[in-house]
């Protein structure tokens, strides 16, 4: 697999648009802690790390408001065949605060708004609302 962090995304989002209660996606840390960021900022209801193979697997609780996916959108932004990099103050966000952007800094996996805070720029990997 060339791209992990969209196959995760894409899991999500098909997940969602079929309505299923939760949605189960081989683990990594960089997984557990994209799952964290979502789970910290309300997107899902919850997750679980099972320990059903050698490298375990999260199982992510989806949450819904009215019948319609809380996650309404995924866009992955660094892409393998072509990274971006933004320092602290240059990195976008989206729908002015409504939705996250999660960045990749020496300090781990932040949102736009501790990024700003923490005056640390890094690699933008993904826009969620």
């Known amino acids: 697999m060339t791209d992990p962090i969209a196959d995760f995304l894409t899991r999500i989002r098909n997940a969602g648009r079929a ?13 557990v802690s994209l799952t964290e960021i979502l789970y910290q900022q309300n997107f899902i209801n919850g997750y679980s790390i099972l320990q059903d193979s050698p490298q375990g697997t999260v199982r992510i609780y989806l949450r819904y408001r009215e019948g319609q996916p809380v996650i309404a959108g995924l866009e992955r932004i660094s892409t393998p065949g072509l990274r971006r990099y ?4 240059d990195i976008p966000r989206t729908l002015n605060g409504l939705g996250v952007t999660i960045v990749s800094t020496p300090k781990g996996l932040l949102t736009d708004a501790q990024a700003r805070q923490q005056n640390v720029g890094g690699e933008v990997l993904c826009r969620i609302w």
């Open 19 to 31: 309505q299923h209660k939760h949605v189960d996606i081989p683990a990594s840390k960089m997984k």
């Open 86 to 89: 933004m320092g602290a103050n």
